[in-house]
């Protein structure tokens, strides 16, 4: 019997979902999929066609597809923070090759070394948090773990060199994450002046510390050391400003992941008091913080979609795309499937003690070749920042209410009122 042929996709909206999704919120896109079914057409500006998915069968489905091009976000990205060579960018061999050498940075042995820098980072930030009076901790979360990543990429231990360093980088994320930036990675701007600034700013202080040690000679047991160490045909000088720039945007995620985590944790009784004890006995394994990050992480994804182009026509869900089109895998919608996630807008870290949740469907770190290759970075920093936290004091909301959702970009968001919280410290 043939098999029946695929329906085109129904006309999309005249607003695009990137618009409604800003406006009112990653729920917005609840009433598309509820209109459409699984696959929801969409258009984007200097994007063109798109469909979104929440399935995880047809998110696994594009993965594997032969003519998805799983590095097209990544270099439109790459135009915006000045980089042509890292992991989110290549494919094929040239991906798998300096995979292989970036591993090494945030995998096995570098761990520690980054642990050491976090913990570091997370005392300071500690220090620095008002007792009793409500404050934003986002932005002492932001430059807790921007200064963590530079201490274990260049080793830099001086304050002022420690400052320096972070805030270049801590200016190109930003820059990279308005609009105009977004516009000119897929070319609605010429130019935007202040991330080219930011990028020079921060390519400048690789390329004099990488001459610096050449001509010392010196072996440096951190993420800039290991490259030069690494013996690859892939790592030229360029492709190595480009990972260590990539190496320090970590915290672009870690900062808003953490935050979240934060702000949905101190709002269910009894939360912090677990993770406080946890933070107090000293064991080498902390099975209930781990559930809170994951948890938080499901609720308030810091990354909500992950698009990929298709290079070829493909059948999704019974609906013919055409090539060119990009899918578009909603992750704040993938996270919240009742028939996964029972309750699903309830904050329940326990769905997480000792069970894991069906392939694909959780995945705040992407998915698939290109899946950030840090996760386990990122998940140490959460739980260095959790603890230092919990052994200082009690955290409480600021506000009964929930915090809104920011907006970055139309990928990244943050908590609206910058995590606001009151920390009774512990005698």
Same mark, same amino acid.
């Not at 009793?132 to 773990?145: K, Y």
């Not at 897929?186 to 991330?195: I, M």
């Not at 920042?385 to 809104?404: F, I, Y």
């Given at each position: 019997?043939?098999?029946?042929?695929?329906? #085109?996709?129904?006309?999309?909206?005249?607003?695009?979902?990137?618009?409604?999704?800003?406006?009112?919120?990653?729920?917005?896109?609840?009433?598309?999929?509820?209109?459409?079914?699984?696959?929801?057409?969409?258009?984007?500006?200097?994007? *063109?066609?798109?469909?979104?998915?929440?399935?995880?069968?047809?998110?696994?489905?594009?993965?594997?597809?032969?003519?998805?091009?799983?590095?097209?976000?990544?270099?439109?990205?790459?135009?915006?923070?000045?980089?042509?060579?890292?992991?989110?960018?290549?494919?094929?061999?040239?991906h798998r090759a300096m995979r292989r050498v970036v591993v090494t940075t945030v995998r096995g042995d570098a761990l520690d070394g980054c642990r050491k820098a976090t913990s570091a980072?997370?005392? @300071?930030?500690?220090?620095?948090?008002?007792?009793?009076?409500?404050?934003?901790?986002? #932005?002492?979360?932001?430059?807790?773990?921007?200064?963590?990543?530079?201490?274990?990429?260049?080793?830099?231990?001086?304050?002022?060199?420690?400052?320096?360093?972070? $805030?270049?980088?801590?200016?190109?994320?930003?820059?990279?994450?308005?609009?105009?930036?977004?516009?000119?990675?897929?070319?609605?701007?010429?130019?935007?002046?202040?991330?080219?600034?930011?990028?020079?700013?921060?390519?400048?202080?690789?390329?004099?510390?990488?001459? =610096?040690?050449?001509?010392?000679?010196?072996?440096?047991?951190?993420?800039?050391?290991?490259?030069?160490?690494?013996?690859?045909?892939?790592?030229?000088?360029?492709?190595?400003?480009?990972?260590?720039?990539?190496?320090?945007?970590?915290?672009?995620?870690?900062?808003?992941?953490?935050?979240?985590?934060?702000?949905?944790?101190?709002?269910?009784?009894?939360?912090?008091?677990?993770?406080?004890?946890?933070?107090?006995?000293?064991?080498?394994?902390?099975?209930?913080?781990? $559930?809170?990050?994951?948890? *938080?992480? =499901?609720?308030?994804?810091?990354?909500?979609?992950?698009?990929?182009?298709?290079?070829?026509?493909?059948?999704?869900?019974?609906?013919?795309?055409?090539?060119?089109?990009?899918?578009?895998?909603?992750?704040?919608?993938?996270?919240?499937?009742?028939?996964?996630?029972?309750?699903?807008?309830?904050?329940?870290?326990?769905?997480?003690?000792?069970?894991?949740?069906?392939?694909?469907?959780?995945?705040?770190?992407?998915? *698939?070749?290109?899946?950030?290759?840090?996760?386990?970075?990122?998940?140490?920093?959460?739980?260095?920042?959790?603890?230092?936290?919990?052994?200082?004091?009690?955290?409480?909301?600021?506000?009964?209410?929930?915090?809104?959702?920011?907006?970055?970009?139309?990928?990244?968001?943050?908590?609206? @009122?910058?995590?606001?919280?009151?920390?009774?410290?512990?005698?």
């Amino acid at each position: 019997m043939p098999a029946s042929p695929s329906a #085109p996709l129904a006309a999309p909206s005249a607003v695009p979902a990137a618009v409604g999704r800003m406006l009112l919120g990653p729920s917005y896109m609840e009433r598309r999929f509820a209109r459409h079914g699984e696959v929801v057409p969409d258009w984007a500006p200097g994007f *063109g066609r798109m469909v979104w998915l929440r399935d995880p069968q047809l998110i696994e489905q594009v993965l594997r597809s032969p003519g998805a091009d799983l590095g097209a976000v990544g270099r439109l990205f790459g135009r915006a923070i000045g980089t042509a060579t890292t992991l989110q960018q290549l494919s094929g061999e040239q991906h798998r090759a300096m995979r292989r050498v970036v591993v090494t940075t945030v995998r096995g042995d570098a761990l520690d070394g980054c642990r050491k820098a976090t913990s570091a980072a997370a005392q @300071r930030m500690v220090d620095a948090c008002p007792v009793g009076t409500p404050f934003r901790l986002a #932005p002492l979360l932001d430059q807790a773990l921007s200064q963590a990543n530079v201490q274990a990429a260049v080793s830099i231990d001086d304050p002022r060199q420690l400052r320096d360093w972070s $805030a270049a980088f801590l200016a190109l994320r930003r820059s990279s994450a308005r609009f105009p930036s977004v516009a000119h990675s897929v070319g609605l701007l010429p130019r935007y002046p202040p991330a080219a600034r930011a990028r020079r700013a921060c390519q400048a202080l690789i390329r004099a510390e990488v001459t =610096r040690r050449r001509r010392a000679g010196a072996a440096h047991d951190d993420a800039l050391g290991r490259l030069l160490a690494a013996e690859s045909a892939e790592l030229t000088d360029q492709a190595l400003s480009d990972q260590i720039v990539s190496y320090m945007f970590g915290s672009q995620t870690s900062s808003p992941a953490t935050a979240w985590v934060i702000e949905r944790a101190v709002r269910c009784p009894g939360v912090w008091d677990r993770i406080a004890a946890e933070a107090a006995a000293g064991a080498d394994d902390f099975p209930y913080t781990e $559930a809170v990050i994951q948890e *938080g992480l =499901r609720l308030r994804p810091p990354i909500t979609l992950l698009p990929w182009r298709l290079r070829r026509p493909c059948d999704l869900g019974g609906r013919l795309v055409p090539a060119g089109t990009w899918a578009v895998a909603s992750i704040w919608d993938l996270h919240r499937r009742p028939e996964v996630y029972a309750d699903p807008e309830a904050f329940r870290p326990e769905r997480f003690l000792g069970a894991r949740p069906p392939r694909g469907a959780w995945l705040p770190f992407g998915a *698939g070749p290109h899946a950030c290759v840090a996760s386990r970075l990122s998940f140490l920093q959460i739980r260095e920042m959790l603890h230092a936290l919990a052994r200082r004091g009690r955290l409480l909301p600021a506000v009964r209410r929930d915090e809104g959702i920011g907006h970055g970009s139309s990928i990244d968001t943050y908590p609206a @009122r910058g995590c606001r919280v009151v920390l009774h410290a512990r005698p």
